[in-house]
């Protein structure tokens, strides 16, 4: 059961909504000067972006021109409200981003599945990057596959590298009942281990950055040379084949999976290993092309056939296609070269929580349903201060 709370005069919220999870975070700027509450401003933010608006100029427009209706929903007392510049300081100097990062990834806990699928991956905020520089600001986030909204990201330091950032960014997250998956970046013995040790599995791509269990997996999977008179070994490889037709191609995959190297890989729980052969025929040109990738899980056979893992190898993209995509292309997120402080990172995580407000309320047309919340803003408002469930 929700309860409401009155927060002073004019506003009122419920327990476990996004508006009481903000009034946790502790304001960096001096009490003299101070106009906004720290919380009203990130509300006036979220609601901006979910009404279309990425940048501060864009969010402060937005705002003003519902000010009225604003104003009295959320107890602001100033007539007038914040400008651009506002926006700028607060995002950038005022949110200490790692406790941000933890309140949004705290808030969206409790909306994933118990035997939810996490994606990890790292992403790079190309207008932080600097005339002459090859590298900017770069995140590593951890997906809810199911729920569509990130449970954990932090900045990958510019000593450090996404191997050395995934226990940091898996850290506050349980783990019992979930299955890791991530590229061959992640492919790592003490990684591999301290996922399952944690309670979950893992499920990993593996390429040449490990060498040794590549050539293992593909020997394996590789035709066997079978001596005059003698009769091929027996196999305990399982398959299945998938097709879809769509965008002029047809794709097949065929994944095929053993349990044969468990006795003899040195690899930390290992429970399978997989061969995932994907043809596409391009149908106007009639012209087919193959693809032969592997992969390793720590899920047994008994846990996971081949037709779920096709289903966790397919999903962990989800995490390119309805996140990373989203923020670039939907929300502009590279464009953005804000230059105070951090707040380029402030804004990709109000990225990430607003996709993942409208992930949760079944929005998949992101584009279409931030012209929805900018025509009702009272909707808008509603998923800020109602819980969501």
């Known amino acids: 059961m929700n309860y409401t709370i009155a927060a002073g005069p004019g506003v009122e919220f419920e327990v476990n909504s996004l508006y009481e999870a903000l009034l946790k975070l502790g304001d960096k700027r001096k009490a003299r000067g101070k106009r906004y509450a720290l919380a009203s401003v990130l509300t006036l933010s979220v609601l901006a972006k979910l009404g279309g608006e990425d940048t501060p100029t864009g969010m402060a427009e937005w705002v003003s021109h519902r000010a009225e209706d604003l104003r009295a929903s959320l107890g602001l007392k100033r ?46 905020l190309r207008g932080t990057i600097e005339t002459g520089q090859t590298r900017g600001v770069h995140l590593l986030a951890v997906y809810a596959v199911r729920a569509g909204v990130v449970l954990s990201q932090v900045n990958v330091l510019s000593k450090e590298n996404e191997i050395s950032a995934a226990p940091k960014v898996l850290a506050g997250i349980e783990l019992g009942g979930k299955v890791v998956s991530g590229d061959a970046m992640f492919t790592q013995r003490d ?16 390429k040449d950055n490990q060498p040794g269990l590549r050539a293992d997996i593909q020997r394996l999977f590789g035709p066997e040379k079978v001596p005059l008179g003698s009769s091929a070994l027996r196999t305990d490889f399982q398959s299945v084949t998938s097709t879809v037709k769509g965008h002029g191609r047809l794709e097949t995959h065929t994944l095929t999976t053993s349990a044969l190297l468990n006795a003899t890989s040195d690899w930390p729980y290992l429970g399978q290993v997989f061969q995932l052969v994907r043809q596409v025929r391009y149908l106007k040109a009639d012209k087919t092309t193959c693809q032969v990738s592997y992969a390793i899980t720590s899920l047994p056979s008994s846990a996971a056939s081949p037709t779920r893992l096709l289903d966790l190898h397919r999903h962990h993209w989800a995490i390119e296609n309805k996140l990373h995509y989203c923020r670039d292309v939907t929300f502009h997120e590279d464009a953005c070269q804000l230059a105070i402080g951090h707040a380029a ?7 990430n929580l607003v996709l993942g407000l409208l992930r949760l309320r079944g929005f998949s047309a992101i584009a279409a349903a931030r012209r929805r919340f900018s025509a009702h803003a009272a909707e808008a408002l509603a998923l800020v201060l109602y819980a969501l469930a």
């Open 79 to 124: 007539e007038r409200m914040p400008h651009a510049v506002t926006y700028r300081r607060i995002l950038g100097q005022a949110v200490d981003i790692e406790e941000l990062e933890q309140v949004v990834g705290r808030f969206f806990q409790a909306c994933q599945a118990k035997t939810e699928q996490l994606a990890m991956d790292g992403k790079t």
């Open 191 to 206: 990684l591999s281990g301290y996922i399952v040790e944690a309670g979950g599995q893992y499920l990993w791509t593996v």
């Open 345 to 351: 990172q402030t804004i990709a995580v109000l990225n």
